[in-house]
């Protein structure tokens, strides 16, 4: 649980950016943080140009420029 803080902490305070998203199920999406509820947090996709909800637990890493977590 301690990984998926880090992630969500760094997605909340990438400032409008755009980072690399990995899934546990084997996703990429280059994406950008919307919102973060207790559970889930929304990103928008860059490349299908819609937004997607993604359960906490689900996230294994994250890629923004030197950080890769």
Known sequence: ???VNRIVNTMKKSGGRFFGLRTK??????AQF???TPNYVVIHDRNAQQQRKFAKTSLSGLNMGEIRI
Do not use: C, L
């Not at 199920?25 to 280059?30: H, I, K, L, R, T």
């Open 1 to 3: 649980m301690r990984k």
């Open 25 to 30: 199920s084997g996703n990429s999406y280059n």
């Open 34 to 36: 919307v919102k973060e």
